[in-house]
């Protein structure tokens, strides 16, 4: 079965609303968490380390205020697309290393449209 | 930094061999990855291979490990309609910090 679930799957939603999608880690617990976007046609793109108790670090070029993640506990981790614009849709999908171990698990991804 | 080059395309007919070449920058990475996404899907992880091994067979699927070269191949053998996806290869440092993708082959079997 999953080791990572990730939600919504798909989602549409207006500009100018905020998004949340939720990764959690269902077998083990997690410190880090890594957020990757796909635009269209494009490869997956690192967007974002998600850090247990602290703060998330940001790739060059990824607005922090308006992608909002918290990882407040050690199997979740959350990622909120804020004023959502239609060039935002995007596919988005986290990856959960195994703490202390070798493997790293993916979501199933989350398919954002934004009308 | 990190760089993983992929051609964006290939065509096979069904019941031929496929050979997805890539190639990659960073001489530390330790783990190669390649995942398939389906139209509309998410990732599917086919297999890896550590940068310690030369080679690795599963099934249908052969990774080759140039580690020299900095090259990866996967072979998928006797192609079926069903392989016709986007293949990603993949590094990584360790098991556990972020992998930098390609920008993925486009591999479309004809029937």
């Known amino acids: 079965g999953a080791v990572v679930s990730q939600h919504p799957s798909r989602v549409i939603c207006k500009s100018g609303t905020s998004v949340k999608i939720e990764c959690r880690s269902l077998?083990?617990?997690?410190?880090?968490m890594f957020w990757y976007r796909q635009f269209p046609k494009q490869s997956l793109m690192l967007m974002a380390t998600s850090n247990e108790g602290s703060k998330a670090t940001y790739e060059q070029g990824v607005e922090k205020d308006k992608f909002l993640i918290n990882h407040a506990s050690l199997t979740l981790s959350t990622l909120t697309v804020t004023s959502a614009h239609p060039e935002d849709s995007s596919f988005y999908i986290c990856?959960?290393?195994?703490?202390?171990?070798?493997?790293?698990?993916f979501g199933e991804g989350s398919w954002l449209t934004v009308v | 930094g990190e760089d993983v080059e992929q051609s964006l395309f290939l065509s096979v007919r069904e019941g031929d061999s496929s050979v997805i070449n890539c190639t990659y920058t960073?001489?530390?990475?330790?783990?190669l990855y390649w995942y398939k996404q389906e139209p509309g899907a998410g990732l599917q992880l086919l297999t890896y291979?550590?940068?310690?091994?030369d080679m690795k067979q599963d099934q249908r699927l052969t990774v080759l490990l140039n580690k020299k070269d900095k090259h990866l191949s996967l072979r998928i053998a006797d192609t079926q309609t069903g392989d016709s996806a986007i293949y990603f290869c993949a590094e990584s440092l360790s098991g556990n910090t972020p992998l930098v993708f390609g920008k993925g082959t486009r591999l479309s079997v004809i029937a």
């Open positions: 990856s959960v290393p195994r703490t202390g171990g070798n493997t790293i698990y």
């Open positions: 291979i550590f940068s310690n091994m």
């Open positions: 960073d001489s530390s990475s330790t783990y």
């Open positions: 077998d083990f617990q997690a410190t880090t």
